[in-house]
Structure formats: structure tokens, C-alpha cells
Nanobody, 128 residues
């Protein structure tokens, strides 16, 4: 069983930056496609970013393109989400997710059903 633990959330002002971290257990982290999602109160879960394990290909939700960057450190079993130029609309609970299929394809990175493991989330609040 893979466990994911997010950290790095907090309360910041609009225009600030935050870096979220996701620590993963397990010996095959380097072969997990990783994703970040978020959910604001009263709204559906929203895709934020994803990274394919084998190609390093990244994808981003339209609302965060150019401001957020996903990365990973396989040696440390960690994934990260660098968030710059934060806006009040970025306020949400942010979740880390892992696709544990170990497949070389990553057809739908924005679809939550693609992922097998989820963290508990870390809260990001951006004041305007």
C-alpha cells in the first residue's frame, strides 16, 4: 500500500509563492505517474498538474498554466508543486495523487480515475 503525505500549505497573500511537497512510501515511486488536484468548498475536484514517470512530460490545468510547476525527486520519493503568483481563486485543499499502474502510458492525467493513491490534502489559503 502506497501512502502519500502532503505538506507545505498555508495562508499567504495574493502574489506570493508556496511550494507543496508530497512524500511517498514504497519502492517503486520512480515509476509512478504523479498528479496534483485541488478542491475548493462547494466545488468539484479540479486537475492542477501531472508528470509522467518515464518521459517527464507535464500537463497543467488551464487556470494554473504559467504559474505552477510540478517536479519530482525520485531519490527522495518526493513530488512537488511550486505555486507562484498565487490568486485568491487558488484557495483550496490540494491533494497529491499517484498512478501506481507502472505502465509506460499516461493517457488521461487530468482524470482522477487514473490515480490509485491519494493523500489527505494540504490547505492553501490565498488572501486578496
Amino acid at each position: 500500500q502506497v501512502q502519500l503525505v502532503e505538506s507545505g500549505g498555508g495562508v499567504v497573500e495574493a502574489g506570493d509563492s508556496l511550494r507543496l511537497s508530497c512524500a511517498a512510501s514504497g519502492h517503486t515511486f520512480s515509476m509512478y505517474n504523479m498528479g496534483w488536484f485541488r478542491q475548493a468548498p462547494g466545488k468539484e475536484r479540479e486537475f492542477v498538474a501531472a508528470m509522467a514517470w518515464n518521459t517527464g512530460r507535464t500537463e497543467y490545468g488551464d487556470s494554473v498554466k504559467g504559474r505552477f510547476t510540478i517536479s519530482r525527486d525520485n531519490a527522495k520519493n518526493m513530488a512537488f508543486l511550486q505555486m507562484d503568483s498565487l490568486k485568491s481563486e487558488d484557495t483550496a485543499l490540494y491533494y497529491c495523487a499517484a498512478d501506481g499502474s507502472l505502465k509506460t502510458t499516461f493517457p488521461n492525467p487530468s482524470d482522477p480515475i487514473q490515480y490509485h493513491y491519494w493523500g489527505q490534502g494540504t490547505q492553501v489559503t490565498v488572501s486578496s
